[in-house]
């Protein structure tokens, strides 16, 4: 079963093959590009982990929240969040186990989220990798914050791991509901994704460049007659792709 599942994967969107081909087409022009080589990937981004605690490269434990994929081979890799704009920048374009955010308190993984416009991760597919996160986490109280229900309700969940694996399955009473923005189940603005007017930056100044999203906003995405909680934090930082200051 374990192999199968690692045969099988998570695949891109169909909405982000293009931007996949154009990176493609960039690296085998060895042009730079925002797809992350397997060098740079190796020595910045590759996640290890003893005994509960993890660490990046150079033995620096992670604090704060991260973009992370998990590869078909098993090895995990995250980036800070700001660092590079999306999972596929670290997936190049392929399929993975899963992916989402982490967040870290000093090496230590407090939650695990399927937040992810290019892959929408759905439970079922999340299911066996929050026991994998859960076993290897040594945590208790490890969050998993589930954000399938964005698209339709503009709901985010917060459930324990360990509750999740004690009833065999994710929709459960939450610990926690509420709204931010989230890029799940987002698409991408593809006029900013032209070949002709991007030229993206290479890997050593990518991994330092800041937050820019570019998923369409928030109201461009819901359905109308979306039921919304008035009480719910409607500002969304998207609305600044259609309306810059």
């Not at 099988?8 to 590009?33: A, D, V, W």
């Not at 870290?104 to 299911?127: D, I, Q």
Request: contains cysteine; positive net charge; hydrophobic residues 30%.
């Amino acid at each position: 079963m374990l192999g199968h599942q690692f045969k099988k994967g998570i695949s891109l969107k169909p909405n982000f093959r293009k931007e996949r081909k154009t990176q493609r087409e960039l690296q085998k022009l060895y042009e730079p590009c925002n797809y992350l080589n397997p060098i740079t990937l190796e020595l910045l981004c590759k996640l290890s982990y003893r005994d509960g605690v993890f660490y990046l490269p150079q033995g620096i434990k992670p604090h704060g929240r991260y973009l992370f994929i998990r590869a078909l081979s098993g090895g995990i890799f995250i980036a800070g969040e700001g660092q590079v704009g999306h999972h596929s920048y670290l997936s190049n374009g392929k399929k993975v186990l899963s992916a989402g955010y982490f967040e870290f308190e000093n090496g230590k993984m407090n939650l695990v989220s399927n937040e992810s416009g290019h892959y929408t991760p759905t439970n079922a597919e999340m299911k066996k990798e929050l026991l994998f996160y859960f076993r290897i986490a040594k945590n208790q109280d490890l969050i998993y914050e589930d954000h399938s229900e964005v698209p339709t309700k503009r709901i985010i969940s917060h459930y324990f791991i360990r509750e999740i694996i004690k009833e065999s399955r994710v929709k459960m009473i939450a610990i926690h509901r509420f709204y931010k923005p989230s890029n799940y189940g987002k698409k991408l603005d593809e006029s900013k994704f032209e070949k002709d007017t991007a030229r993206y930056l290479p890997d050593f100044k990518l991994i330092c460049q800041k937050d820019s999203s570019h998923y369409l906003p928030d109201f461009w995405l819901f359905k109308p007659n979306t039921p919304i909680n008035p009480n719910m934090t409607q500002s969304s930082k998207y609305k600044k792709d259609i309306y810059p200051a």
